[in-house]
């Protein structure tokens, strides 16, 4: 059983173009988190989650609880945002993390 | 602050063996937790911990023990090494559990054989 949904699960795109991933989750959750893992395999936090919208630089993330549905969005793609992007809803009973499988981006100069 | 870190980097095991992974965070996170990561199948929880002396059981927990006798400091223990447990294994922290940012140690890369 899938509690995290993640689409497209590979991407190619053309630098400069905008970019969705999207994410659906079946549990309830008191935050969701977007990670990003490049090649190598460290694994960074981007964006942290209850609702609404937020915005890091070139990245926007956002979040409809009532829907179960978080997407991630990034504008004017480059190269450097090659790389493996994660949903990670956070349960509200559970204590801890649903992961899924990640969305492999590649971003073609 | 060094973060999350994690030893060793790479381990080869051999069937049976034990060994320890250590993971520490300097950041006095109360939370921490370890996940396996496999291809295709995403990070999977193996335990966690809501604070000194208080752990729990992830979603794939056989074979693995934990501790947590300092805030600092949460080694995961391998019994028996099989090699089912050959994966990346990551140790994480945060302040507040899924409320707070998430920090990831670089990763112990395991293979049993």
């Known amino acids: 059983k899938n509690e995290v949904e993640q689409s497209p699960q590979n991407l190619t795109a053309q630098e400069g173009e905008f970019i969705t991933i999207n994410c659906s989750y079946s549990?309830?959750?008191?935050?969701l988190h977007w990670l990003q893992q490049h090649p190598g395999g460290g694994i960074v936090s981007l964006f942290m989650?209850?609702?609404g919208k937020k915005k890091h630089g070139r990245l926007i993330a956002t979040i409809n609880i009532q829907e179960k549905h978080s997407s991630l969005h990034i504008t004017a793609s480059h190269p450097r945002d090659s790389a493996v992007y994660i949903c990670a809803p956070f349960s509200n009973t559970g204590n801890q993390f649903y992961f899924g499988t990640g969305t492999s981006l590649t971003v073609i100069p | 602050n060094a973060g999350v870190t994690q030893t060793p980097k790479f381990q080869v095991l051999k069937t049976g063996q034990s060994m320890t992974l250590q993971c520490a965070q300097d950041m006095n996170h109360e939370y921490m937790s370890w996940y396996r990561q496999d291809p295709g199948m995403g990070l999977r929880l193996i335990h966690y911990?809501?604070?000194?002396?208080?752990?729990d059981q992830g979603e794939v927990p056989n074979g693995y023990n934990v501790s947590r006798s300092t805030t600092e400091d949460f080694p995961l223990r391998l019994l028996s090494a099989a090699p089912s447990q050959t994966s990346v294994y990551f140790c994480?922290?945060?302040?507040?559990?899924?409320?707070?940012?998430?920090?990831f140690g670089p990763g112990t890369r395991l293979t049993v054989t």
């Open positions: 911990s809501v604070g000194a002396g208080i752990t």
């Open positions: 549990v309830g959750i008191s935050a």
């Open positions: 989650l209850s609702s």
């Open positions: 994480a922290s945060s302040s507040s559990g899924g409320a707070g940012e998430q920090y």
